[in-house]
């Protein structure tokens, strides 16, 4: 109808202009990089579908912490691999724990880096799950005080922010309830609020080695097909403390991450998780996609969605390709 007069690519004409033009501009400020600690001294595990990713201990995780923030990246988030797991998932609040140790030598290093943890059971359960299993069941309340146990050790050791990623009804409120009994009314929660029960996890439990030993998440983790659920869900960890919140994955959920920008003002992230990190390395191994453009590609989709928060194991990459651009 406005033809000629209105041309939209009098704006796609030059890189100046189309800089002029552009909505959302990609930048390390949001990144945060997941790592992985474990036990030991002067390990490196790789782990094998997520190339560059390995566990470590502490020794070797400071070594890469420092690089980390000499790329700018402004924070991690830390998964532990315990000793010993129990069926009390102990090591998860032990204060001796990987998380616990890593954090304490960050802050030894005074590294300028955020330090969030996940808090969650599943990596130092024998049997998997995310929660105390009775009977072949995940039991919710019973779960809580453990939760907000491992919450308040991190706290101890000196994280930031917690960030919960179990998804027990009730979660967020019992952190933040033990928290400020302990005296860390300062320290954020960043809820996972959004998570949902997800095959793009595949990797990710090979790194943490936290797949569950029988059934699965379904009984605790959203289903895949519900939207609406996930405002609700945002609402009840908002109501019960949450700082900020997060969808997960980032790729398939963009639909919730735009909603829950456009309900909640709260800063919003997203974790663009180990299963689509694994298909981008993948094929880009086999030299079927250009691996740089496809995760700017990504990584844009994901801020333009919503999300001024991602977390993101290419985060390191990215920040050398900002860099030298
Ligand atoms: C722990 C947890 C998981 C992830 C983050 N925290 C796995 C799961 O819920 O099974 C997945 C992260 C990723 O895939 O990169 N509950």
């Known amino acids: 109808m406005n033809f000629p007069v209105t041309r939209p690519r009098r704006l796609r004409r030059s890189e100046a202009i189309r800089s002029l033009a552009r909505e959302t501009r990609l930048s390390t400020h949001g990144f945060i ?23 470590q201990s502490v020794d070797k995780f400071l070594e890469e912490c420092r690089e980390v923030e000499q790329l700018g990246i402004p924070g ?41 943890t996940d808090v969650c059971l599943c990596e130092y359960t024998d049997h998997g799950h995310c929660g105390i299993v009775e009977n072949g069941e995940v039991k919710n309340d019973p779960t ?24 027990m009804d009730g979660r967020v409120g019992a952190i933040r309830k033990a928290l400020d009994a302990a005296g860390f009314e300062d320290i954020a929660i960043i809820s996972y609020a959004a998570k949902y029960c997800s095959g793009f996890y595949g990797p990710f439990r090979e ?18 097909a519900n939207a609406r659920e996930a405002i609700r ?20 959920y963009l639909d919730i991450i735009h909603r829950v920008r456009e309900m909640f003002d709260v800063p ?23 691996e740089k453009r496809i995760v700017l590609e990504i990584l844009t989709g994901i801020h333009r969605a919503g999300a001024s928060i991602v977390l993101t ?8 390709w900002l860099k030298d651009s």
């Open 76 to 116: 991690i988030i830390l998964f532990g691999i315990p000793d010993k797991k129990d069926a009390r998932g102990s090591e998860a609040y032990a204060a001796g724990g990987a998380v616990q140790r890593a954090i304490e030598a960050v802050r030894r290093a005074k590294l300028n880096l955020l330090v969030m």
């Open 313 to 320: 194991y290419h985060a390191k990459d990215v920040a050398r």
């Open 144 to 167: 809580l005080e453990l939760l907000a146990a491992a919450a308040v050790s991190h706290a101890r050791a000196g994280a930031d922010m917690v960030a919960p990623s179990d998804m």
């Open 207 to 224: 790194a943490a080695e936290s797949a569950p030993q029988f059934g699965d998440r379904r009984g605790y983790q959203m289903d895949p």
């Open 33 to 55: 990089y997941p790592m992985f600690v474990c036990p030991g001294q002067n390990v490196r595990n790789p782990i094998g579908s997520m190339p560059g990713v390995a566990q």
């Open 268 to 290: 919003l992230g997203a974790y663009n998780v180990s299963g689509e990190f694994a298909m981008v390395k993948a094929a880009a191994a086999n030299g079927w996609i250009d």
């Open 233 to 252: 869900e945002v609402e009840l960890d908002l109501a019960e403390g949450a700082d900020m919140v997060m969808v997960k994955p980032a790729l398939a």
